[in-house]
C-alpha cells in the first residue's frame, strides 16, 4: 500500500487572527472550572448530589454507582439519568480544565454516560412494554418461540467511543425479526413485533432525549436512519438490508462506517448482535478499491460548507467554527474516512472507529506519510480539546469560538497557553494544515491533470450534449489510431450501458490522455494498450474514478503500458493493483518480506475480528497480496529501478514469503494436525533454487517431513494436498502459482510428500532407488525454502551431542538436533561433493545437454538466447558440471550463490582460464537481459546472431575448454 495522498497544497490564509490586542499573560487562577458558567450552575443546584459520584475519573462502574446513590434517594430512572450527567460533566471540567487530563478520559467518560443511560432506557422501556403486550417474539426454523431483540445502533462518536461533552447522539435501532408480542397476562393487546420496537424507540427517547426540570441525557437525533426522518423509526434487519442493496447512498456508507451497537448490553455482550456485522460491511467496504465515493464526499463536503456559510451570512461569528469551517474536525474524519472506505474492502485492517486509531492504521499501512499522520494526530486532539471547552462554558452543543475576551482567556489558559495570542496562532496553524491535507486528497477531479484541447467542459451534458456525443467531439482532437479506437465505443453497449456521469468521465480521461500524447509525455502505443485495457472494465466504474482522481496514476499507467506488452495482459488480469502506481515510494522501495508478511497477519486478525476469516477470504487475501507485490516490481522493472537479478531476487523473496503464510494457515487450518507446528520442510529447485524467477515462474518444490507419529505420512500428504491447492486454484482473484513435483524422489511415480530420511537417502545413492546424475544437477541449484525443527530421534537412534555413528554423515546420530535447514544443507553438501569420475561425469552432462537441444530445436539462422549453442543452457551446464566435479576439493562453488558469482569463483579456483569466467559471466548477464525484455513485450527470445555475437563467443569458448572434449567425442 502507497503513502501517495498526502504531497501538499497552495495554502489560503489564515481562518482566525487574534482580535485581542495586547494579550496579557494568563496564570493558574485563570484554568479554573469555575468560570464556566454551567460549571457555577451545577454547584448551584446540585451542590448535595455532587459527592454522590465517586471521585477520581468518571467510569462507567463509578457512574453506576452514583445512579442507584441517586435511586435509592428517591428519583426515578430518568430523572437519575439526568442528574448524574450533570455531576459526571462538572467532574470532567475539573479534570479536563484543572488537571490537564487527556483527551481519552473525556471522551471515554461521556461515551460510557451514554451506553449506560441507553441500557437502563432499554430495560426500563422492555419492561413497561412486555406488561403492556408481553414479549416481541418469532419462530425459529425448528419452530420454537423465541425472543426478538432490538439493538440501539450508535452513530458517528458515540459508535467510535470518542463523544464530545455536549454532543447529541445519533441513533438507529434495529431490530433482528419479524413477528407478533405474545400478549399481555390475559393474553391480550398482541401487536406486531414493528410497533413494539416503535413504541420502545418512543419509551427511550421519553427516559433519554426528553427536556425535564434536569435537562435531558442526550439529544437524540435518527435522522440517519434508512429514509431519514420520513422512515421508521425502528427497522428490521432484513429490511435494513434490502435499503443497503437498492437505496443505500454514498454518504450514508461514511455514516455506518463507525457504527456500533450500544445497548442492550446483554446483546452486545453474547455477542447475538454480532449478526448485524453480515449487513454492514459489505455496504460500507467494497471488495475492490472504491474512487467512486470521492465525489460523493465532495457533495456532502460542499452541502456541510455551505450550510455553515448560510448559518454564518446573519452572523460572521460562525465561521469559526472548530468543527465545521475550513481545517476543523469534520475535515481530519472526512479525510480519515475516505481512505477507510476507499481501501478498506481490500484491506480490513484499515476497519476501524475511533479517529486517532485509524490514522496510526493508515500510516502503517503506508497510505499517508507518518509526519501527516503526527500532524493530523495532533490537530485532532487540539481541535477536540477546544470544542469541549467552548462546550464546557454553557453545556451547548456549539463549536464556535466564543466571542467575549474573559471566555478566549479561559480557554487559552486551561489549554497551557501563556496568552490569548499564542493559542489562536497555534489554532491557525492546525487548522491551515488541516485544510491544506483535506484539499489536497479532495481536490477536484481534474486536479493535475488535463490541460489539452477540450478538456475545459466537465459538466454532463453541457449545452445539453451527452458524454457520448462530446465524446464524438474529442475524436478530431486524438490521434488518428487512438482516434480509431475510441471510435468504436460511439456504439459500444458498455459504454452506452454507462450512467451520463461515468461516460463523462471516460470522456475526460480520454481528452486528458490525448493532450498528453500531443505533448509527448506518452505514447500513441501506450493510449491503445490504455483503451484495449478499460474496455472490458467500463461497468466497473470505480477504475474510471481512479484514473479520473489520480492524475499521477493515469500517466504513470500509460507509461507502463507503453513499456512492454505484458504488464498490459498482467493489468487485464489483475486490474486491482493499478492503484500501487499512486505509490510515491513505489519507485524507492524494495520487497520487505517481513513487511509483506506481517500484513497479511494483520489483515487475517481483522477478517477474525469479523468473523470473516473464511477460506475462500483467506485464498484472496493471498491472491491480492501477491499480485500487488508482483506489479509493484514489475513497474520497478519497466522503469528501469531494477537490475534483472534484482527483479529475480524480489520474486523469488516473494514467492517464499507466499510458500510461508500459505503453510502457517493451512497448518492452523487442517482439521488432522496433532502438533502447534509441522516438522516439515520445503525444498525449492530450479529458478526457485537458484534465486532465479521470472513473472509466472512455476514452482518446483519438493515436500519433506520427519515426524515419527504414527499417522505422519497422512497428516502431511493431507497437509500437501491443501497447500498445493491453496497455491494453484482460481478464485475471483486468479491464482499464485503453478506448482512442479516431478523432482521428488521418483519423479512423478513417487510419494507426494516424503521422511526426510528417505528423501536423504534417494539423494545419497543408498539402497537400490537412488537418484540420476540429471537429479544432482538439480541439487547444485536447490536450496532450502522454509521449515521447522525436526523432532527427536526414534527409538534406538543416538540424540545429539552422543558418540556419532557415521562421521558428518547426515542421518548419523550427529543430525539429531539439527534443524531440518541444517539438515538439508548437509545432505546437498553430501551430494553434490561426493567423489566422482570427471569423463563419466562430463558423458553425462553432455548426453542430457544434447537431450535438451534436441526438444527445443532452433530453426534457420536466429539465434536463441537460452537454447542455441553459446547460449544460457550451455552456461548452466557448464556450471553443474563445475560444482559436481570439483566443490569437494574447492568450498567455495559448494554455496548455491547463483550462475554469475560461481563463474568467477571458478575462475579464481583455478578451473577457467584467466578472464574466461568473468567474460562468460557477462555473457550470461546480457543474454538473461534480452530474454527478460523480449518476454515482457511477449517477444520471441530468437534474435540476429550478430546482436549476440560476442556473448556466444565468449559461452562456446568456456564450453569448449570444460566439455568441448567430451562433446566431440560424442
Same mark, same amino acid.
Given at each position: 500500500?502507497?503513502?501517495?495522498?498526502?504531497?501538499?497544497?497552495?495554502?489560503?490564509?489564515?481562518?482566525?487572527?487574534?482580535?485581542?490586542?495586547?494579550?496579557?499573560?494568563?496564570?493558574?487562577?485563570?484554568?479554573?472550572?469555575?468560570?464556566?458558567?454551567?460549571?457555577?450552575?451545577?454547584?448551584?443546584?446540585?451542590?448535595?448530589?455532587?459527592?454522590?459520584?465517586?471521585?477520581?475519573?468518571?467510569?462507567?462502574?463509578?457512574?453506576?454507582?452514583?445512579?442507584?446513590?441517586?435511586?435509592?434517594?428517591?428519583?426515578?430512572?430518568?430523572?437519575?439519568?439526568?442528574?448524574?450527567?450533570?455531576?459526571?460533566?462538572?467532574?470532567?471540567?475539573?479534570?479536563?480544565?484543572?488537571?490537564?487530563?487527556?483527551?481519552?478520559?473525556?471522551?471515554?467518560?461521556?461515551?460510557?454516560?451514554?451506553?449506560?443511560?441507553?441500557?437502563?432506557?432499554?430495560?426500563?422501556?422492555?419492561?413497561?412494554?412486555?406488561?403492556?403486550?408481553?414479549?416481541?417474539?418469532?419462530?425459529?426454523?425448528?419452530?420454537?418461540?423465541?425472543?426478538?431483540?432490538?439493538?440501539?445502533?450508535?452513530?458517528?462518536?458515540?459508535?467510535?467511543?470518542?463523544?464530545?461533552?455536549?454532543?447529541?447522539?445519533?441513533?438507529?435501532?434495529?431490530?433482528?425479526?419479524?413477528?407478533?408480542?405474545?400478549?399481555?397476562?390475559?393474553?391480550?393487546?398482541?401487536?406486531?413485533?414493528?410497533?413494539?420496537?416503535?413504541?420502545?424507540?418512543?419509551?427511550?427517547?421519553?427516559?433519554?432525549?426528553?427536556?425535564?426540570?434536569?435537562?435531558?441525557?442526550?439529544?437524540?437525533?435518527?435522522?440517519?436512519?434508512?429514509?431519514?426522518?420520513?422512515?421508521?423509526?425502528?427497522?428490521?434487519?432484513?429490511?435494513?438490508?434490502?435499503?443497503?442493496?437498492?437505496?443505500?447512498?454514498?454518504?450514508?456508507?461514511?455514516?455506518?462506517?463507525?457504527?456500533?451497537?450500544?445497548?442492550?448490553?446483554?446483546?452486545?455482550?453474547?455477542?447475538?448482535?454480532?449478526?448485524?456485522?453480515?449487513?454492514?460491511?459489505?455496504?460500507?467496504?467494497?471488495?475492490?478499491?472504491?474512487?467512486?465515493?470521492?465525489?460523493?464526499?465532495?457533495?456532502?463536503?460542499?452541502?456541510?460548507?455551505?450550510?455553515?456559510?448560510?448559518?454564518?451570512?446573519?452572523?460572521?461569528?460562525?465561521?469559526?467554527?472548530?468543527?465545521?469551517?475550513?481545517?476543523?474536525?469534520?475535515?481530519?474524519?472526512?479525510?480519515?474516512?475516505?481512505?477507510?472506505?476507499?481501501?478498506?474492502?481490500?484491506?480490513?485492517?484499515?476497519?476501524?472507529?475511533?479517529?486517532?486509531?485509524?490514522?496510526?492504521?493508515?500510516?502503517?499501512?503506508?497510505?499517508? %506519510? =507518518? /509526519?501527516? #499522520?503526527?500532524?493530523?494526530? +495532533?490537530?485532532? &486532539?487540539?481541535? !477536540?480539546?477546544?470544542?469541549? *471547552?467552548?462546550?464546557?462554558?454553557?453545556?451547548?452543543?456549539?463549536?464556535?469560538?466564543?466571542?467575549?475576551?474573559?471566555?478566549?482567556?479561559?480557554?487559552?489558559?486551561?489549554?497551557?497557553?501563556?496568552?490569548?495570542?499564542?493559542?489562536?496562532?497555534?489554532?491557525?496553524?492546525?487548522?491551515?494544515?488541516?485544510?491544506?491535507?483535506?484539499?489536497?486528497?479532495?481536490?477536484?477531479?481534474?486536479?493535475?491533470?488535463?490541460?489539452?484541447?477540450?478538456?475545459?467542459?466537465?459538466?454532463?451534458?453541457?449545452?445539453?450534449?451527452?458524454?457520448?456525443?462530446?465524446?464524438?467531439?474529442?475524436?478530431?482532437?486524438? %490521434? =488518428? /489510431?487512438? #482516434?480509431?479506437?475510441?471510435? +468504436?465505443?460511439? &456504439?459500444?453497449? !458498455?459504454?452506452?450501458?454507462? *450512467?451520463?456521469?461515468?461516460?463523462?468521465?471516460?470522456?475526460?480521461?480520454?481528452?486528458?490522455?490525448?493532450?498528453?500524447?500531443?505533448?509527448?509525455?506518452?505514447?500513441?502505443?501506450?493510449?491503445?494498450?490504455?483503451?484495449?485495457?478499460?474496455?472490458?472494465?467500463?461497468?466497473?466504474?470505480?477504475?474510471?474514478?481512479?484514473?479520473?482522481?489520480?492524475?499521477?496514476?493515469?500517466?504513470?499507467?500509460?507509461?507502463?503500458?507503453?513499456?512492454?506488452?505484458?504488464?498490459?495482459?498482467?493489468?487485464?488480469?489483475?486490474?486491482?493493483?493499478?492503484?500501487?502506481?499512486?505509490?510515491?515510494?513505489?519507485?524507492?522501495?524494495?520487497?520487505? #518480506?517481513?513487511?509483506?508478511?506481517?500484513?497479511? &497477519?494483520?489483515? !487475517?486478525?481483522?477478517?477474525?475480528?469479523?468473523?470473516?476469516?473464511?477460506?475462500?477470504?483467506?485464498?484472496?487475501?493471498?491472491?491480492?497480496?501477491?499480485?500487488?507485490?508482483?506489479?509493484?516490481?514489475?513497474?520497478?522493472?519497466?522503469?528501469?529501478?531494477?537490475?534483472?537479478?534484482?527483479?529475480?531476487?524480489?520474486?523469488?523473496?516473494?514467492?517464499?514469503?507466499?510458500?510461508?503464510?500459505?503453510?502457517?494457515?493451512?497448518?492452523?487450518?487442517?482439521?488432522?494436525?496433532?502438533?502447534?507446528?509441522?516438522?516439515?520442510?520445503?525444498?525449492?529447485?530450479?529458478?526457485?533454487?537458484?534465486?532465479?524467477?521470472?513473472?509466472?515462474?512455476?514452482?518446483?518444490?519438493?515436500?519433506?517431513?520427519?515426524?515419527?507419529?504414527?499417522?505422519?505420512?497422512?497428516?502431511?500428504?493431507?497437509?500437501?494436498?491443501?497447500?498445493?491447492?491453496?497455491?494453484?486454484?482460481?478464485?475471483?482473484?486468479?491464482?499464485?502459482?503453478?506448482?512442479?513435483?516431478?523432482?521428488?524422489?521418483?519423479?512423478?511415480?513417487?510419494?507426494?510428500?516424503?521422511?526426510?530420511?528417505?528423501?536423504?537417502?534417494?539423494?545419497?545413492?543408498?539402497?537400490?532407488?537412488?537418484?540420476?546424475?540429471?537429479?544432482?544437477?538439480?541439487?547444485?541449484?536447490?536450496?532450502?525454502?522454509?521449515?521447522?525443527?525436526?523432532?527427536?530421534?526414534?527409538?534406538?537412534?543416538?540424540?545429539?551431542?552422543?558418540?556419532?555413528?557415521?562421521?558428518?554423515?547426515?542421518?548419523?546420530?550427529?543430525?539429531?538436533?539439527?534443524?531440518?535447514?541444517?539438515?538439508?544443507?548437509?545432505?546437498?553438501?553430501?551430494?553434490?561433493?561426493?567423489?566422482?569420475?570427471?569423463?563419466?561425469?562430463?558423458?553425462?552432462?553432455?548426453?542430457?545437454?544434447?537431450?535438451?537441444?534436441?526438444?527445443?530445436?532452433?530453426?534457420?539462422?536466429?539465434?536463441?538466447?537460452?537454447?542455441?549453442?553459446?547460449?544460457?543452457?550451455?552456461?548452466?551446464?557448464?556450471?553443474?558440471?563445475?560444482?559436481?566435479?570439483?566443490?569437494?576439493?574447492?568450498?567455495?562453488?559448494?554455496?548455491?550463490?547463483?550462475?554469475?558469482?560461481?563463474?568467477?569463483?571458478?575462475?579464481?579456483?583455478?578451473?577457467?582460464?584467466?578472464?574466461?569466467?568473468?567474460?562468460?559471466?557477462?555473457?550470461?548477464?546480457?543474454?538473461?537481459?534480452?530474454?527478460?525484455?523480449?518476454?515482457?513485450?511477449?517477444?520471441?527470445?530468437?534474435?540476429?546472431?550478430?546482436?549476440?555475437?560476442?556473448?556466444?563467443?565468449?559461452?562456446?569458448?568456456?564450453?569448449?575448454?570444460?566439455?568441448?572434449?567430451?562433446?566431440?567425442?560424442?
Amino acid at each position: 500500500m502507497t503513502a501517495s495522498h498526502f504531497t501538499g497544497s497552495t495554502a489560503e490564509a489564515p481562518v482566525l487572527s487574534s482580535n485581542v490586542n495586547p494579550c496579557p499573560p494568563l496564570s493558574a487562577q485563570d484554568r479554573q472550572a469555575e468560570h464556566s458558567r454551567f460549571v457555577q450552575r451545577v454547584r448551584r443546584r446540585y451542590a448535595t448530589e455532587l459527592p454522590c459520584l465517586p471521585p477520581g475519573e468518571p467510569v462507567l462502574a463509578s457512574m453506576r454507582a452514583c445512579l442507584g446513590v441517586l435511586r435509592e434517594r428517591g428519583l426515578p430512572v430518568p430523572a437519575a439519568l439526568r442528574v448524574l450527567r450533570q455531576l459526571v460533566l462538572e467532574r470532567l471540567v475539573v479534570l479536563d480544565c484543572e488537571q490537564g487530563a487527556p483527551l481519552a478520559v473525556v471522551t471515554r467518560a461521556v461515551t460510557e454516560l451514554a451506553e449506560l443511560a441507553l441500557d437502563e432506557a432499554c430495560t426500563l422501556a422492555c419492561a413497561d412494554l412486555d406488561e403492556l403486550h408481553g414479549a416481541p417474539q418469532f419462530t425459529t426454523p425448528k419452530g420454537e418461540l423465541q425472543r426478538a431483540q432490538l439493538w440501539v445502533i450508535g452513530m458517528g462518536k458515540l459508535g467510535a467511543r470518542e463523544l464530545n461533552v455536549s454532543s447529541d447522539i445519533d441513533l438507529i435501532y434495529v431490530y433482528d425479526q419479524d413477528g407478533e408480542t405474545a400478549g399481555n397476562a390475559q393474553g391480550r393487546q398482541r401487536i406486531s413485533n414493528h410497533e413494539y420496537f416503535g413504541k420502545a424507540v418512543k419509551h427511550i427517547y421519553n427516559t433519554v432525549g426528553e427536556t425535564t426540570e434536569h435537562g435531558n441525557v442526550f439529544r437524540v437525533d435518527l435522522a440517519l436512519r434508512p429514509n431519514g426522518n420520513s422512515g421508521p423509526s425502528a427497522v428490521s434487519l432484513g429490511a435494513l438490508e434490502e435499503y443497503f442493496l437498492v437505496q443505500g447512498r454514498e454518504w450514508e456508507r461514511f455514516a455506518w462506517l463507525k457504527s456500533r451497537v450500544i445497548a442492550p448490553t446483554a446483546c452486545v455482550q453474547d455477542r447475538s448482535a454480532s449478526a448485524l456485522r453480515g449487513t454492514v460491511l459489505p455496504f460500507v467496504f467494497r471488495r475492490y478499491l472504491d474512487y467512486g465515493v470521492f465525489d460523493a464526499l465532495r457533495t456532502l463536503h460542499r452541502q456541510i460548507r455551505d450550510h455553515a456559510s448560510k448559518r454564518a451570512a446573519g452572523n460572521p461569528g460562525r465561521s469559526n467554527d472548530v468543527k465545521l469551517s475550513r481545517g476543523g474536525i469534520r475535515e481530519i474524519e472526512f479525510t480519515v474516512q475516505l481512505l477507510q472506505v476507499v481501501r478498506g474492502g481490500q484491506f480490513p485492517e484499515l476497519r476501524t472507529r475511533p479517529t486517532l486509531d485509524a490514522l496510526q492504521r493508515l500510516c502503517k499501512a503506508g497510505l499517508m %506519510p =507518518p /509526519a501527516t #499522520a503526527t500532524a493530523l494526530a +495532533q490537530a485532532y &486532539e487540539f481541535l !477536540r480539546r477546544v470544542e469541549h *471547552r467552548i462546550q464546557y462554558l454553557d453545556d451547548q452543543q456549539t463549536h464556535v469560538m466564543p466571542t467575549r475576551d474573559d471566555d478566549l482567556a479561559w480557554l487559552a489558559a486551561t489549554l497551557g497557553y501563556p496568552d490569548v495570542c499564542a493559542f489562536l496562532h497555534a489554532l491557525d496553524a492546525h487548522r491551515e494544515l488541516v485544510a491544506q491535507e483535506f484539499d489536497t486528497l479532495l481536490g477536484g477531479p481534474t486536479n493535475g491533470g488535463c490541460n489539452g484541447k477540450g478538456c475545459g467542459s466537465k459538466k454532463n451534458g453541457a449545452n445539453g450534449r451527452s458524454a457520448v456525443d462530446d465524446l464524438q467531439s474529442v475524436l478530431e482532437q486524438l %490521434p =488518428p /489510431a487512438f #482516434a480509431a479506437r475510441v471510435g +468504436q465505443w460511439l &456504439e459500444h453497449p !458498455r459504454v452506452l450501458a454507462l *450512467r451520463e456521469d461515468t461516460r463523462a468521465r471516460l470522456v475526460r480521461l480520454v481528452q486528458r490522455t490525448g493532450a498528453w500524447i500531443d505533448e509527448d509525455r506518452v505514447s500513441e502505443e501506450a493510449a491503445l494498450r490504455m483503451a484495449d485495457w478499460i474496455e472490458p472494465l467500463l461497468r466497473r466504474e470505480s477504475y474510471l474514478a481512479l484514473l479520473q482522481e489520480r492524475p499521477s496514476v493515469h500517466e504513470r499507467l500509460l507509461r507502463l503500458l507503453g513499456a512492454a506488452k505484458w504488464p498490459a495482459r498482467y493489468l487485464i488480469k489483475h486490474p486491482g493493483v493499478i492503484d500501487e502506481l499512486a505509490s510515491q515510494q513505489l519507485l524507492t522501495d524494495r520487497f520487505d #518480506a517481513a513487511q509483506f508478511e506481517d500484513e497479511l &497477519e494483520a489483515r !487475517r486478525t481483522a477478517l477474525r475480528s469479523t468473523g470473516e476469516d473464511d477460506e475462500e477470504a483467506l485464498l484472496n487475501l493471498l491472491r491480492r497480496a501477491h499480485h500487488a507485490e508482483v506489479f509493484r516490481t514489475l513497474a520497478r522493472d519497466v522503469e528501469k529501478v531494477l537490475t534483472v537479478e534484482q527483479v529475480a531476487d524480489d520474486l523469488s523473496a516473494l514467492a517464499d514469503s507466499v510458500l510461508r503464510t500459505t503453510a502457517r494457515w493451512c497448518w492452523a487450518r487442517l482439521k488432522s494436525r496433532h502438533r502447534d507446528e509441522p516438522s516439515f520442510a520445503i525444498i525449492g529447485y530450479g529458478k526457485l533454487g537458484g534465486k532465479e524467477l521470472g513473472y509466472g515462474s512455476d514452482l518446483d518444490i519438493v515436500f519433506v517431513y520427519e515426524d515419527e507419529h504414527e499417522n505422519a505420512p497422512e497428516i502431511y500428504a493431507a497437509f500437501v494436498r491443501k497447500m498445493i491447492n491453496w497455491l494453484t486454484v482460481k478464485t475471483g482473484e486468479g491464482d499464485l502459482f503453478e506448482i512442479d513435483t516431478a523432482l521428488r524422489p521418483n519423479g512423478n511415480s513417487g510419494l507426494l510428500v516424503t521422511s526426510f530420511t528417505a528423501y536423504a537417502n534417494y539423494q545419497q545413492q543408498r539402497g537400490s532407488n537412488t537418484a540420476w546424475t540429471w537429479e544432482h544437477q538439480a541439487m547444485t541449484r536447490a536450496r532450502f525454502v522454509l521449515g521447522g525443527v525436526a523432532e527427536s530421534p526414534p527409538p534406538g537412534r543416538p540424540k545429539a551431542g552422543s558418540a556419532p555413528s557415521g562421521g558428518s554423515d547426515p542421518q548419523s546420530g550427529g543430525a539429531w538436533g539439527l534443524s531440518l535447514a541444517g539438515r538439508f544443507d548437509a545432505v546437498r553438501e553430501a551430494v553434490i561433493t561426493a567423489e566422482r569420475d570427471a569423463a563419466s561425469l562430463a558423458a553425462e552432462i553432455v548426453a542430457m545437454r544434447g537431450k535438451v537441444r534436441a526438444a527445443h530445436p532452433v530453426r534457420g539462422e536466429r539465434f536463441d538466447v537460452k537454447h542455441s549453442p553459446g547460449g544460457m543452457v550451455d552456461v548452466e551446464f557448464v556450471v553443474q558440471y563445475l560444482v559436481l566435479l570439483h566443490s569437494r576439493a574447492h568450498p567455495e562453488l559448494r554455496a548455491n550463490t547463483g550462475n554469475i558469482n560461481l563463474l568467477r569463483r571458478a575462475e579464481s579456483a583455478g578451473l577457467l582460464e584467466p578472464g574466461m569466467g568473468e567474460a562468460a559471466a557477462r555473457a550470461y548477464r546480457e543474454l538473461r537481459q534480452i530474454q527478460h525484455t523480449a518476454r515482457l513485450d511477449e517477444a520471441p527470445t530468437q534474435v540476429d546472431a550478430a546482436q549476440v555475437e560476442e556473448a556466444a563467443r565468449a559461452v562456446l569458448a568456456m564450453w569448449q575448454h570444460v566439455l568441448g572434449r567430451v562433446a566431440s567425442t560424442a
